[in-house]
């Protein structure tokens, strides 16, 4: 009872950890920070997060994120359209360009900076420059306070605001390949908000997963009716856990007030 009574506790404040971290990082706060937070105080950390005010998003004209404009040679930042010295214009393929090259720098800032500004671009053209992005940074991560989650939250938060059905097939691919914990479960959040339907097995194969079965689970709820009968069929042949965690989100559809 001791024991258990210590699992819960630790899983409790790792939950806490995360929520808190997604939280902070959304508002534009250090993730590392606010997951240290959550861990050591859990629901206080939690409601601190959810009270922190909410950072512009202004980045820092640094020289990394700066470029010299070929015609009066004076350095503009690289996703700008018009050299505000002599008005000189760059078609917007070649500033994509320039910020996927940026994607590829060591500095944590500037690559942040470059997801930032390819968000004003929404051109799809960009989407397996933030797939591969994401798969990298998620490679990269030893722990929660790396500083690679924050590029990994970055490009996931992207890819939900304007991925598609593209987008989930580079994404399965991915998952079948396996990788850590904090990547598979933030691809499987992404997964469930594009509400992709041909997603919905792969996410039922990863409720056999105890590691990214929680995520799994709550993405395949997004779904709604649709879910239920892949559902079903899983549950006539999972085993007893896996079961009744499936019949556990089959209810949960059924209650909820949009099935």
Known sequence: METLFW????????????LSMDIAEK?????????????FFGVLGLIAAAGLPI??????????FLKKCPKCAEPIRKEALVCKYCANTFSKEQVIAELVASLQEKSVDTRLQALEA????????????????LDDAGSQIKNPLDPAVR?????????????????????????????SPIKMNRIIEILGKLRDP???????????????????AKSLEKFGNVAIPDLQEFTNQ??????????????RIKQAPSA
């Not at 508002?27 to 937070?37: N, V």
């Not at 950072?55 to 990394?64: E, F, I, R, V």
Request: proline content about 3%; glycine content about 8%; aromatic content about 6%.
């Open 238 to 251: 999972a085993k007893r856990s896996e079961r009744k965690l499936a019949e556990q989100i089959i209810a």
């Open 7 to 18: 699992v819960l506790l630790v899983l409790q404040a790792v939950i806490s950890g995360f």
């Open 198 to 216: 041909s997603a919905i097995p792969i996410l039922i194969g990863s409720l056999q997963n105890s590691q990214v079965s929680t995520v799994a």
């Open 55 to 64: 950072k512009q998003s202004a980045t820092p004209a640094g020289a990394s």
């Open 27 to 39: 508002k534009g706060h250090s993730s590392g920070a606010w997951f240290a937070c959550g861990f």
């Open 151 to 179: 590029v990994l939250n970055k490009a996931a938060q992207l890819l939900e605001e304007f991925g598609g059905d593209s987008v989930s097939s580079q994404l399965f691919t991915i998952l079948k390949r396996g990788g």
């Open 118 to 133: 390819l968000r004003t671009t929404s051109d799809s053209s960009v989407l397996p420059h933030l797939v591969r992005v």
